[in-house]
Structure formats: C-alpha cells, structure tokens
Nanobody, 126 residues
Framework: QVQLVESGGGSVQAGGSLRLSCAASGYTYSPYCLGWFRQAPGKEREGVATIYPGAGSTYYADSVKGRFTISRDNAKNTLWLQMNSLKPEDTAMYYC???????????????????WGQGTQVTVSS
C-alpha cells in the first residue's frame, strides 16, 4: 500500500523560505507523476508543482513560477518542494500526491492523482 508522508511545514514571514518533504513507501513500481498541491480554507485544492520522474519534466502553477522548485530523489523515494519568497497568499495545507497513470487532463489537475499524503500546514504572515 502506497503511503506518502509530508513534513517541513511551518509559519514564516513574507519573503521567507520553507522546504517541504514527502517520503514515499509501498510502491510496487515507480509512479508516473508526483506533485504538490495545496488547499486554503474555503478554496478548492489546486496544483502547485508536479514532476514526471521518468522524463524529468516539471510543471508549475503560474502563481509560484520562479519562486518554488520541485525535485525528487529516486533512490530515497523522496519528493521536495523548495519554496522561496513566500507570500501570505501561499498560506494553505500542502499535500503531496502520486499516480502511476499518465494524466489526461493536465499534470496539475488534482483529480489525476490517486495517492495522497495527510498534508502539512504552511502559514505565511505579512
């Protein structure tokens, strides 16, 4: 059974940085796509950054381009999200997700992902 466990969230001031980690276990074979998503109170879950490990392709939401970087260590089955220049609007619960299928409706669409972690809270104060 696939398990994803996020860590690294916390409270920072605007302009600060955080690095989120997602430790994966239980894969019987490597996932096709991995991603970070977030959900703020009263809002829908949205894609932040995703990666196709096999191809090395990465995708970012426009709102985080140039500030966030997604990366993965295949050997350690760990996914990271480096978040710089954080803004109050980045405040949300952040989730990592994975799937073995090719996304049909875009790599940032949360409906494309089967496996989810429990989330880690990121709070950015102004």
């Amino acid at each position: 059974q696939v398990q994803l466990v996020e860590s690294g969230g916390g409270s920072v001031q605007a302009g600060g940085s955080l690095r989120l980690s997602c430790a994966a276990s239980g894969y019987t074979y490597s996932p096709y796509c991995l991603g970070w998503f977030r959900q703020a109170p009263g809002k829908e879950r949205e894609g932040v950054a995703t990666i196709y490990p096999g191809a090395g392709s990465t995708y970012y939401a426009d709102s985080v381009k140039g500030r966030f970087t997604i990366s993965r260590d295949n050997a350690k089955n760990t996914l990271w999200l480096q978040m710089n220049s954080l803004k109050p609007e980045d405040t949300a619960m952040y989730y990592c997700a994975a799937d073995h299928r090719v996304p049909k409706y875009g790599p940032l669409n949360p409906n494309e992902y089967t496996y989810w972690g429990q989330g880690t809270q990121v709070t950015v104060s102004s």
